[in-house]
């Protein structure tokens, strides 16, 4: 069984800067991402990472503003944020257990409760 928690969301102007964290205690999965929803929207794929790989894929819409990464010593991986847009504000989600890094949120078995991000113009 795995627990993820994320931490680190918050209220900032655009253009500011967030880091997200989120801490995997039990079986350590391989493969994480994030994944954000805002209200009356799908959940949108952020970034994946393989834990021990280091394949990295990011969203068109993150790409060159947000970079994942990972600390295995702490069973850690974050999310840095910068360049922040009104269209971030969402739930951000810490999202593991897919066989492959994927994009598709069904892939993912393993939850955490989400962190809100909220971006101001």
């Known amino acids: 069984q795995v627990q993820l928690v994320e931490s680190g969301g918050g209220t900032v102007q655009a253009g500011g800067s967030l880091r997200l964290s989120c801490a995997a205690s039990?079986?350590?999965?391989?493969?994480m991402a994030w994944f954000r929803q805002a209200p009356g929207k799908e959940r949108e794929f952020v970034a994946t990472?393989?834990?021990?790989?280091?394949?990295?894929t990011y969203g068109d819409s993150v790409k060159g503003r947000f970079i994942i990464s990972r600390d295995n010593s702490k069973n850690t991986v974050s999310l840095q944020m910068d360049n922040l847009e009104p269209d971030d504000t969402a739930v951000y989600y810490c999202?593991?257990?897919?066989?492959?890094?994927?994009?598709?949120?069904?892939?993912?078995?393993?939850w955490g409760q989400g962190t809100q991000v909220t971006v101001s113009s």
């Open positions: 990472m393989t834990w021990f790989g280091g394949t990295i």
């Open positions: 039990g079986s350590t999965p391989y493969n």
């Open positions: 999202a593991g257990g897919s066989s492959v890094a994927t994009a598709h949120h069904w892939d993912y078995g393993y």
